[in-house]
């Protein structure tokens, strides 16, 4: 089952702005990384090889899991996107 038939959304519009913006320094820190387990759109990928996390914004399903999960605080921005832009769910 793929991600599109989990959540049935229909589109993403992207902001360039990120709405959500991680402390690399932080993230690297950490040996938890509960935002790659929590994440159902896994938009956080942890790199073994660098020790650097990467993160992707445009898929985001603005569900709030990373934020919870976090427990360093690593956010130096999390907001829901501006409006009109992000995830649009079909309305059924
Ligand atoms: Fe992933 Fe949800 Fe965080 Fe978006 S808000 S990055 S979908 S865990």
Known sequence: MNIDEIFDFTSFTIDREPHIV????????????????????????WSEAEQKMTFVYDGCLECGSCYVVCQRNAFTRWRYPRGGFGVSFRMT
């Open 22 to 45: 991680l402390d690399d320094k932080v993230c690297a820190g950490c040996d938890v990384r509960g935002c790659t387990n929590c994440c159902p759109a896994r938009c956080y990928t």
